[in-house]
């Protein structure tokens, strides 16, 4: 009796784990921080993936339009392989601001990034930043999908 309720289990057990097959997705940070621009740099509230290397040349300009909106040095994609993710915030009046991955779900048909937007605890400098992410992934067909997390 015993031995049949131990099979029974374990039927159980190695049915249930079929119903999920998602797949965390490799993520390589490029730069991360804030622009100082107060908006000189024109980049809105977004959330968005670049694939050519012409989109990035163009964003990668309006990041770097001063020297204090300065966010990295370029860094070249293989766009034949890698697909750059880029998430900028809403410009806000204080620092202390940051955007970070934190976590990725590869599906099916669609991969998601659940991305925080953290804020300061007490006091912070009085600045106009954005905070911004970039970030590198391999090249997939499947749809990409942000989700904020609170």
């Not at 989109?55 to 020297?67: M, P, S, T, V």
């Not at 925080?116 to 990409?144: C, N, R, S, W």
Request: contains cysteine; charged residues 25%; negative net charge.
């Amino acid at each position: 009796m015993k031995n049949l309720v131990y099979i029974c289990l374990a039927i159980v057990m190695f049915s249930c784990n079929s119903a999920k097959n998602n797949e965390n997705i490799t993520i390589n940070l490029i730069s991360k921080g804030d622009l100082y621009g107060d908006g000189a740099e024109g980049i809105e509230e977004q959330q968005t993936v670049i694939d050519n290397q012409q989109d990035w040349n163009a964003l990668f300009e309006k990041i770097n339009i001063n020297e204090k909106s300065a966010a990295t040095s370029f860094i070249s994609i293989d766009f034949n392989k890698q697909m750059l993710l880029a998430i900028f915030d809403k410009q806000r009046t204080t620092g202390g601001h940051a955007i970070s991955i934190v976590e990725s779900v590869e599906a099916k048909n669609k991969v998601t990034f659940k991305y925080k937007i953290t804020h300061p605890d007490g006091l912070a400098t009085m600045v106009m930043t954005q905070p911004f992410y970039l970030a590198t992934i391999a090249k997939t067909e499947k749809e990409i999908v942000f989700e904020e997390v609170k």
